[in-house]
């Protein structure tokens, strides 16, 4: 009888639409290259069948799975406990199951986080972070877990902006303020980090959020939470101006090394997840 074990370990995503996520290219590709024998499945999942994609994951002894819009909110419902960045944001995109329990996470702002100080400690940092959605939420509540000094959120919507400055302020040691986003925002003075955290710039490498250039200053780090193209126009201006870019694709990438350590305990090789990212984007490191 042979002794080889035939048996996978199984981790995932659940999202819907779901064909255009890479995290599966670059999950697999750092699994292959740490010998480990795990799959990374990537499901189409509707609203109404989460509950039983929830069920059939335990039922089948996955280890973890990853929840993209539109359940990051949903699941909640679904699961036993909440890590403390999870229960402030309240959104999971990560979930681990250990004796049948499930509990959430939220990798977002985790990633975000993990890129940024690849490059400067965002402690007593301030910041300007464009855009109230999901990214943007959970990045402000990561740099305010962080020890941010100061985060100004800016919104078309200031209601919005102001909603999470107040979770920032509410569940953290740091302080921020919520303003709003009129014609092309002008970044204030004396700040150390400016992050687009919208949607502006995917899949067009010449859209660029509304966004005073001048008021960009030499040595600032401006990021960008957009992993395609990875060197965004807005990344492009502000390197010409003297700024540190910091692009999307760490963000992705450390996304997926945390969440495999929430799985499994082991640390996937990064640089191989973001290499595999820059092949299916066709992008170099000077793009």
Not at 64 to 80: E, Q, R, T, W
Request: hydrophobic share 45%; net charge negative; with cysteine.
């Amino acid at each position: 009888m042979s002794n080889q074990n035939f048996r996978s370990i199984l981790t995932g995503s659940f999202s819907t639409p779901c064909a255009d996520n890479p995290t599966v290219a670059m999950i697999e590709a750092a699994y292959h290259h740490a010998g480990i024998d795990a799959r990374y499945i990537n499901c189409d999942v509707s609203a109404a069948h989460l509950a039983a994609a929830v069920k059939g994951a335990v039922a089948m002894e996955w280890v973890g799975f990853n929840c993209s819009l539109p359940h990051k909110v949903a699941v909640i419902d679904h699961l036993d406990e909440l890590a403390q960045a999870a229960r402030i944001i309240g959104a999971v995109n990560c979930v681990t199951i250990r004796d049948g329990r499930l509990i959430g996470n939220n990798t977002d702002g985790k990633g975000f986080l993990a890129s940024l100080r690849d490059v400067t400690d965002p402690a007593g940092k301030k910041v300007f972070l464009l855009g109230a959605g999901g990214a943007a939420r959970a990045i402000a509540v990561e740099l305010g877990l962080a020890g941010t000094a100061h985060i100004t959120v800016a919104n078309r919507d200031p209601e919005k902006a102001e909603t999470i400055a107040a979770l920032v302020r509410d569940n953290t040691g740091s302080a921020a303020t919520g303003c709003p986003w009129v014609g092309k925002a002008r970044i204030p003075e004396g700040t150390d980090i400016v992050i687009n955290a919208t949607s502006v710039g995917l899949g067009d490498g010449q859209a660029m959020p509304e966004v005073d250039l001048d008021t960009l200053a030499h040595g600032q780090i401006v990021a960008d939470v957009i992993p395609n193209p990875p060197r965004t126009r807005f990344l492009r201006e502000a390197r010409a101006r003297g700024c540190t870019p910091l692009d999307g694709l760490g963000m992705l990438v450390n996304q997926g090394v945390i969440g495999v350590e929430l799985w499994l305990g082991k640390t996937l090789d990064a640089g191989v997840m973001q290499q595999t990212l820059r092949d299916i984007f066709g992008a170099s490191d000077t793009d």
